[in-house]
């Protein structure tokens, strides 16, 4: 099973601090992960703190890929985590990175996995959280934890080491859409009910509540086109009925 964790993906967005950089990397080394993708970060690839911190890692620094926004970072990405320890609405029923890495080892064989960290001050804002499947907090023995990048990201990639490496087989699932075709779909659906004269605003409670339970399912590219084939179906309906009118 080592070798399948060349489809798990850490994903940082907006890391401030390069010497957090480095040290991510050197986690991330021990654990056999090595695709790193950085959303907006600080100069970190040829910076002194970053090399030191990231010692005899800097293969994983030099193979690095950076976006724009997290959205462009997840496009070909099947199954998303995101780390966080902040609740709301839109983050419900928090897994642990020990249940996380199970289900990461069911979908790792066939799939490319993102595990994403949010900003050091401030986490990821309620839209990108909404491009994650599942949330991910890390126990603590304090009410306000306060773990550094890097800890937070090692905890992480432990556990997924951990259950990858170890002798217990998962059934592995049929093979999920990418997260491109989720979004896709949510964009699609979500067009069509305003061309059905859906009176709410852009990211109100359906639209959110809509790619939240996008998130939750484990749909196939074959799925996907069920659903674009009905609100095909639909559009043409409204068409042809106009014209009758």
Known sequence: ???????MHIVLV??????????????????GI??????????????DEQK?????????????????????????????????????KWKKDFLSPDSASKI????????????????????V???????????????SAVSYPSLNLSQAVMVVVYEI???????????SIPRMAKKESFLRLADNIWSLMKELKMKEEENGLFHRS???????????NADIAVFDRFCKQVRWYIENKVDEE
Do not use: C
């Open 125 to 139: 804002t309620i839209d990108e959280a909404q491009l994650a499947n599942y949330f991910v907090k890390i126990p």
């Open 1 to 7: 099973m080592k070798e399948f964790l060349k489809n």
């Open 52 to 88: 030191k911190m990231g010692y005899r890692s800097q293969e994983i620094i030099q193979a690095s890929k950076v976006f724009k926004d997290l959205k462009s970072a997840l496009e070909d990405i099947n199954l998303v985590f995101l780390a966080t320890s902040k609740k709301g």
């Open 34 to 47: 090595s695709n790193l993708r950085l959303v907006n970060p600080v100069e970190y690839r040829d910076v």
């Open 104 to 123: 990461i080892k069911q979908h790792i064989k066939k799939e490319k996995i993102a595990f994403v960290f949010g900003r050091e001050d401030s986490g």
């Open 14 to 31: 907006e890391p401030k601090n390069a010497g957090n950089i480095g040290s991510t990397v050197r986690a991330m080394k021990n654990m």
């Open 161 to 171: 080491y951990k259950e990858i490496t170890s002798s217990r087989e998962l059934k």
């Open 210 to 220: 809509l790619k939240r339970a996008l998130n939750r399912t484990f749909w196939t």
